[in-house]
């Protein structure tokens, strides 16, 4: 292959080889489709986004492959973040699935569509944590915790490129944003990020090492600056650490304008100076900006950047076409003909179950769900029969339509009358139609109120200030609530909304998030029972947007939080504790861990520690229990978090079942990064919590002993 690619590269132009590293937005390219077109002929576009279906696009790929003098064929980009015509649960809410089956799954089902359309690279999954959920794209993203993301990064690539890239079922994927974009400032959109170093060795790389080891094919850096300097400039990140220490061979491709907007980062004073900073860095492709056909030519002259630059970067997307068999058969992933009809039934199933099992029952008193055969139901909000706004931020490739929950209710209830009442609109200020909801509400059995956010509330540019919910749909639950009735939220969103009033006066709440194509069926199936609720929050619920960050591994700080003492690290007008805390999910049934042990109790640095806990059906029906493995080490050189999340485990148990969940631990696990970020393990106690949720008086301690190692 690398003979094969100096040969090639030795026979390119300037312009050819510049070409390579240049991707156009097909949807809207700068020059127009006709120039477009010429470039593709001319060999000067390499790859191209926001493009799919076979015919548009075999049309181009033939320019490239008939047309242009070196035959290279294009890449073909597209972002399948949660389906591509089938819709799937937005990441955050399949997070709360913690199966990494699950997301593996959605991932291959998708691609199943996305190839077929064409598609040679995804730019999925999106692996920023994030903990301030005014920020949009935390939609996106899979949560707060390194270690959730960590598993999904690895599972997303298997789903997506299988072992190899070359099998036409598998297609190329990405690793984005690098890094911490989801700590962007106050949760706006682009704005700078000013992290740690640890923050960033800690919590915002390692989804994106372990996306590296499970063979990534290409890595995004991100949008914003770290401490002032943009991530598609930071070549301390992209090619010392990412290239240099995890041995990331693949490409990187620049997010969409990024390089030239180095310039209004202000660290580049024009194209010729953007495109050195990001060519040097290590960005191979430049997405959408021109910046490298256009400034490169000028940064040689310069001397800003070396044609060994240059080539290095081409080198890697002629490995990357290679390495996609995409010189074999440029046609290779394009399929005119429809999925057959089991196939679409089978990924419409799977949509179904993801939507079921993304569903998290935040609240259940006076046992309001599963509903007991209702005969009058009265589904007020503007969310219940909203097809469009079940799909959430991405759905480019989807036909215009998703199950609603009204559909939902209606295909699993068909004996129940069910009243639909949309009493206010998501946004705006009407409130007119809130009497006829209330007269529809007073005359049913039981009230179920769907409300909550648009699609376009979350994902990118997308951020909010206030976390609540919007227009009048706070008065029209108001008014509902106000009749005393059985009343059950259904809450549609991208992000946790704070919304203490909502979960202390309804019945029962459920976050829906937003669950794609199926939506409704996967709600109907929650409401009557059918799927009994096992998702969890993948992400802390704020119980108001100024506790905003609040999440579970924070450290303890000299004076830990206590509502009783007043010198203690707290805001005086709000409570210490979230909504709800990470991983909070119920179930129609009740667990307990009865039992949790870990041995040895004392071990020696290489050794493994395995951690068992009985879990017990204490309910009456059958269900899916999810048990989270924490980690704390109270005496360390460098402090802790209160809470380090280092395994899940989940057991499916019938009424009054117990089975035994193991995990396995090594004492690498125990390490921390000491005073200058190098691994460190340090001897003494650690204290082991295992329950199902981040909540402390939930959790069953244990503890074992590191001997053998440096003392704190
Ligand atoms: C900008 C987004 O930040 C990125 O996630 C996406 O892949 C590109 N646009 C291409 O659509």
Redesign the pocket.
Known sequence: MSDRIERLLASMTLEEKLGQLNMIDAGMPPGGEDEMKRQIGAGTIGSL??IHGAEKLNALQRLACEESRLRIPLIFGL?VLHGHYTIFPIPLAEAGAFDPNLWEKTARASIEETRRAGVTLT?AP?LDVCRDPRWGRIAECPGEDAWVASRYAEAKVRGFQGSDLSAPENIAC?A??LGAYGAVAAGRDYASVDVSERLMAEVYLPPFEAAVKAGVATI?PS?NDLAGIPMTAHGRFLNDLVRGQWGFAGVMVS??TAVAELIAHGVAEDLAGAAALALKAGVDID?QDEAYVRGLPAALERGLVAMADIDRAVRRVLDLKMRLGLFDDPYRHVSAAPLSADAAAEITALAREAAARSIVLLKNDKGGLPLKNPKRIALIGPLADAPLEMFGPWFAAAPLHSATVLEGLRAAMPEADIRHVPGVTIEGDDDGGIPDAVTAARDADIVLLSLGETKDMTG?AHSRGRIELPGRQRALAEAVLALGKPVVAILTHGRPLALPWLFERADAVLATWFLGSEAGHGIAAVLTGAHNPSARLAVTWPYDGGQIPIYHSHRSTGRPANPEVYFSTRHTDLPIEPQFPFGHGLSYTRFAVTAVAAAPAEVAPGETITIEAEIENQGEVAGEETVFLFLRDPVASVARPVLELKGVAKAVLKPGERKVVRFTLNTDDLAFLDRDLKPRVEAGLFEIFVGPSADRTRLTATTIHLRGAATP
């Open positions: 986004l926001n972002d730019f999106m990405t984005k944003h995004m949008f997010d969409y997405m990118e």
